[in-house]
């Protein structure tokens, strides 16, 4: 599977209607909205609605639209601080501790990255 580069950020939602289940994507930049039924093609479809709204804002005859800088641009360290409550965090260290590994790395696992 080939990494598309979007240079634009998008927020993903998980979609479940009755026994059908999906993706939407929401282009904050451009005011847009793709779906998809994978991740895959909800990917394929972001990169496309980018690279047609770009067309259509260059193409655009009189008044044209501004085009929104990449977002990519931004460098992120990695490190993030989230604040909880005493309590979970003292249940998170004493579960990492017990299977042997750093806090750190026991959350990475616990939220999937």
Known sequence: MKKLNIEYDY??????TGNSKGYKAILP???GVVFGDNLVELE???ALAIE???KARKSARGTKRAMPAPDKSQN???KFMVRIRP???ERL????????KSLNSYVQEK???
């Open 29 to 31: 930049a451009f005011n």
């Open 11 to 16: 927020i993903v939602h998980h979609i479940t």
């Open 52 to 54: 047609e709204e770009i």
């Open 44 to 46: 394929a479809g972001v």
């Open 76 to 78: 992120f360290s990695g």
């Open 93 to 100: 260290a004493l579960e990492a501790k017990a299977r042997g």
């Open 87 to 89: 309590a979970a965090h």
């Open 111 to 113: 939220i999937g990255v």
